[in-house]
Each structure stands twice: as structure tokens, then as C-alpha cells.
């Protein structure tokens, strides 16, 4: 990969892929969710699901993307950062899901401790993401038909705009995550000549993770909390269990995990969730003091990144 006669190419490319990734991304949630909700599948689980897996798309494809190129830092610190990031920056509790969630990176650390994410333990996180949607299955079993809403449009007009929107999203957030994971590597490599874990972690996690804020922002601005917490637990869960996994698969049965990740990335992601999640569950709400602490913790854990690669 080399860089263009002009840089400024470069940032307007990766620029373009994160507008492409947002609108993308909005389009693609906006259509989903009217698909779930004619369905009648309650909003938390249209949240942890169809919108989760939407938002988390542009995570998933930027992974797979850097790891198929060999870029294996990007891989690992993309999935991670945007666990981070959709944490401390965003928010969410639900039980069931807490657990798995916790769970989950604890798992993740234990599985990676030799160095890498071997074949035998992308087919356990494998298992556990499929332990997630099965419970999400029973749970949308058992509650079908209380999410229904009777307003939503369902005329042909409707559902051709619904499918249109939905192809389009989803082609825009494909090929967002190929202009960002490109153009960021240019930008962390040969432009900036900062190491690519550091981009990962911060410009390019927190770009994968704006689809999932937007769609937050916008489901709580029209008092859907249930949809907005769906969408940030599920898409971590999604992010922790599914992303590293495939990014194994790809790069021919084993995932190398530094240090760095091992013993900075992954247990500040820890934290940070047990910040957001563990006082939540014992007080049955979430406070302002955990939303200002885990801000702080984030934004320590950028200022580390880049005064610790200086």
C-alpha cells in the first residue's frame, strides 16, 4: 500500500467512508427496525438484535477487511476499541445480557492468554454468541406481539422505500468500512506515522461505533430507551463474541493477540463495563456519576494511547 501523490486524498477518502458508514448505517437501522416492528418483536429485542447486528456491520466488516489484508492490530483493536468506546460512551444495562456480555470479555482474555485466538476458541465465542441469540429468540417468543405498533405504515409504497433503504444501507456501510479501513491504515502507517493500534483503538473504533450513537441519540430523543439499550448491549456482545472469531477463521485458524491488548485494551474495556453496568444492576438504574466516570476512564485511556506511543 502506498500513498497517494496528494494526503489530502487520503483524509477526504476516509472521511467519505465514515459519512458513507453514518447514513449508511441510519438508513439501514431505519429500515430494520420498521421491519421488526411490523413483525411485532418487542423494541429491547429489536434493539440486541436486527439493529444491533445493523449497527455493528461497519465493525464486523472493518475487522474482517483488516484481517484478510494482514492487518492484524486493526482486526483486534477495531472490535475492542468499539467496546469500549459504545461503553464509555454510550451506555446500557439489561441483565441477561449484562452477564453474557461481562462474560464475554473475561472469556475472550482467558481464550487469547497464549497470544492468539486459536481455531478451539473462535468456535467457543462462537458458541456463546449463539447462546445470545437463542435467548434473544426465547425472549422474542415469549413477548411477540407486544412491540407492535398499529401506526406503522405497511402500504406498498412503504415497504419498496423499506427494502430500498435497507439494500442502499447496507451498501453504503460496505463500502464506508472498505474506504475507512484502507484510508486508515495510509493515515496510521505513512502519513501520521503513529502505530496502527493506535488508530484502530480510537479514529477507526470510534468511526465503526457512530451508527450505533446515532441511532442511540435518536431513540432516546423519541423516548425509545428500550431500543437504545438493546442496540448498545447487543452490538457489544456482538463485537466482543462474533468479530474476533471470524477475524480468526480468516486468518487461517488463529488470531494473534499482543501484549498490548491482552493487558491494556481488554481490561480497560472490562472496567469501563463494570463502571456502566454493575451499579445499574444493584440500583436498578443508571446514575450521572457513572456516565462522568466513564467518560474520564475513556478519555485517560486515549491520552494513554498517544502519549504511550510517542
Not at 491488548?261 to 443508571?286: E, N, Q, R, Y
Amino acid at each position: 500500500m502506498t500513498v497517494p501523490d496528494s494526503p489530502v486524498l487520503v483524509f477526504l477518502l476516509f472521511g467519505i467512508g465514515l459519512l458513507c458508514i453514518i447514513k449508511g448505517g441510519d438508513w439501514f437501522v431505519d429500515a430494520a427496525s420498521w421491519i421488526a416492528e411490523v413483525s411485532g418483536i418487542p423494541q429491547f429485542i429489536i434493539g440486541a438484535t436486527i439493529v444491533s447486528l445493523a449497527t455493528t456491520l461497519p465493525e464486523i466488516l472493518v475487522s474482517v477487511i483488516a484481517a484478510a489484508s494482514g492487518s492484524v492490530e486493526m482486526a483486534t483493536g477495531n472490535a475492542i476499541g468499539s467496546v469500549t468506546a459504545n461503553t464509555g460512551m454510550i451506555l446500557g444495562i439489561y441483565l441477561p445480557k449484562t452477564i453474557i456480555f461481562i462474560g464475554s470479555i473475561i472469556l475472550l482474555w482467558v481464550l487469547s492468554l497464549s497470544g492468539e485466538l486459536s481455531m478451539v476458541g473462535a468456535f467457543i465465542m462462537l458458541a456463546v454468541f449463539l447462546i445470545f441469540i437463542w435467548e434473544n429468540i426465547h425472549e422474542a417468543k415469549k413477548d411477540m406481539g407486544t412491540g407492535k405498533s398499529e401506526t406503522v405504515q405497511k402500504d406498498k409504497k412503504t415497504v419498496v422505500k423499506n427494502i430500498a433503504l435497507f439494500i442502499i444501507g447496507a451498501a453504503g456501510i460496505v463500502i464506508g468500512s472498505r474506504l475507512l479501513v484502507d484510508n486508515g491504515t495510509i493515515i496510521a502507517k505513512d502519513i501520521l506515522g503513529i502505530p496502527e493500534r493506535v488508530v484502530s483503538l480510537t479514529m477507526v473504533a470510534i468511526g465503526t461505533s457512530l451508527p450505533e450513537l446515532v441511532t442511540t441519540i435518536t431513540a432516546i430523543a423519541k423516548k425509545q430507551s428500550a431500543l437504545s439499550v438493546g442496540n448498545i448491549v447487543g452490538a457489544n456482545i456482538i463485537d466482543m463474541i462474533l468479530i474476533l472469531p471470524l477475524c480468526s477463521f480468516v486468518m487461517g485458524g488463529s488470531l494473534p493477540v499482543a501484549w498490548s491488548t491482552l493487558w491494556v485494551d481488554l481490561p480497560v474495556s472490562l472496567v469501563v463495563a463494570v463502571i456502566c453496568l454493575v451499579p445499574a444492576l444493584i440500583k436498578g438504574k443508571l446514575m450521572r456519576w457513572q456516565g462522568i466516570l466513564s467518560l474520564l476512564v475513556y478519555a485517560g485511556y486515549v491520552a494513554y494511547l498517544c502519549v504511550g506511543t510517542a
